[in-house]
Nanobody
Framework: QVQLVESGGGLVQPGGSLRLSCAASGFTFSRYAMRWYRQAPGKERELVATISSAQITNYADSVKGRFTISRDNAKNTVYLQMDSLKPEDTAVYYC?????????WGRGTQVTVSS
């Protein structure tokens, strides 16, 4: 079965960096686009970044120039490098894959940006 497990979250000061990882299993990872979403308290879940099977990337305007999505198909893992973090980046971060028209989510990893 499809499984996604996020890791790498934590508490960081404004201006700091974190790298999130999402380990995938249960499907042929290299063939599918992967996405990172986030959900802040009291807000809807929003799309942060996408990487296609061809390594084409897209970002939300709010993170463009600060976040970088990448993938390692040999490790079945997608990453989100987050730099110049701001308090408004505080959220639970989730990875997602759409596999045979069904959406699969991980359980998320908490990112808190605070001094």
């Amino acid at each position: 079965q499809v499984q996604l497990v996020e890791s790498g979250g934590g508490l960081v000061q404004p201006g700091g960096s974190l790298r999130l990882s999402c380990a995938a299993s249960g499907f042929t990872f290299s063939r599918y686009a992967m996405r990172w979403y986030r959900q802040a308290p009291g807000k809807e879940r929003e799309l942060v970044a996408t990487i296609s099977s061809a390594q084409i990337t897209n970002y939300a305007d709010s993170v463009k120039g600060r976040f970088t999505i990448s993938r390692d198909n040999a490790k079945n893992t997608v990453y989100l490098q987050m730099d110049s973090l701001k308090p408004e980046d505080t959220a639970v971060y989730y990875c997602k894959v759409t596999y045979y028209s069904a959406n699969y989510w991980g359980r998320g990893t908490q990112v808190t940006v605070s001094s």
